[in-house]
């Protein structure tokens, strides 16, 4: 198999895209910040089913990272990332340089609320979305994909792009692709990479607490009750919480009863040095 075409230059990616759709082909776009594990290849595989040519972008986004987090150190490793695609079988490779993304006269952002006004990451990454909108917006338009997945594992994330592409009229598609897990349970994250043999011995609590509170309270318990039960289990297992909330699936509002709608149980944790994120379904 040849090996995968690389372009970083938004005009190349561009020409690719116009080409493909002189032929009659429909397009698919995977956004990641690279350092990709089986989580991604889902998502190339998925989209795959859908389209006929699936475009893959690598970019480490600066503007959704605040000063104190880990931009600096957020795991690059272009060249095994390729040989990952190549298996998966993807079209395109678009990993534009950073001043191909945001030119130094770069002077435009966009403000999200709804979804990205919760009091969940954005209590703890206030510039987060408004980084993730702007450079999810910019794909978007330089691609034109007919879809673009994401991945449920950023379930906030997920939910902000959507109203995104909605309130902005983008002709894009967003599709969902279901987290991957470790046989533990653990959520596949490139932030996992960050974690020392006893942290990850330990960071599988954090699934085991929402699938413990998503049985309590499919059981019946109060609501709070199970999330305090579960925020033992997290604590015994020496993370430190920053959220753990029922939530409304689509509005991620406040859920005070399953009779609101469809729930969703969404967490984040501290684990030494690494800040992990998860959530799952309550049906
Ligand atoms: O989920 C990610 O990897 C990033 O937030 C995204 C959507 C690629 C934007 O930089």
Redesign the pocket.
């Known amino acids: 198999m040849a090996d995968v075409p690389v372009v970083a230059r938004v005009k190349e990616l561009r020409n690719f895209v116009q080409a493909k759709r002189l032929k009659g082909k429909s397009i698919g776009l995977v ?3 690279g350092a990709l594990h089986a989580g991604h290849l889902s998502l190339v595989e998925i989209l795959r089913q859908y389209v006929e040519c699936v475009i893959v972008t690598i ?1 480490v ?1 600066p503007t ?1 990272f605040s000063v104190n987090e880990d931009f600096g150190r957020y795991p690059r490793q272009l060249t095994q990332d390729l040989e990952k695609l190549h298996e998966v079988k993807t079209d395109l490779i678009f990993a534009p340089h950073l001043e191909e993304m945001y030119p130094s006269d770069f002077s435009t952002r966009i403000i999200i609320s709804g979804p990205a006004e919760v009091n969940l990451e954005d209590r703890f990454r206030p510039t987060h979305f408004e980084g ?1 909108a702007t ?2 917006a910019k794909l978007l338009n330089q691609a034109q994909a007919d879809i673009a997945i ?1 991945g449920e594992k ?1 379930y906030q ?1 997920l939910q902000v792009i959507r109203s995104l592409a909605r309130d902005l009229d983008l002709s894009t598609r967003i599709l969902a692709g279901p987290t991957l897990r470790e046989a533990d349970g653990l959520a596949l994250s490139s932030r996992n990479a960050y974690l020392s043999d006893e942290e990850r011995a330990k960071a599988p609590q954090l699934y085991l607490a929402l699938c413990s509170a998503a049985s309590l309270i499919l059981s019946g318990m109060d609501i709070n009750e199970a999330l305090k039960q579960s925020t033992e289990i997290i604590v015994k297992a020496g993370m430190q919480i920053d959220y753990l909330e029922l939530r409304h699936a689509e509005s991620l509002a406040p859920v005070l009863s399953l009779a609101d709608g469809p729930a969703r149980l969404l967490v984040a944790a501290h684990l030494g040095k690494t800040r992990l994120i998860d959530n799952i379904s309550v049906p």
């Open positions: 956004p990641t910040m970019f986004n959704q993730v450079v999810v994401f950023d994330q």
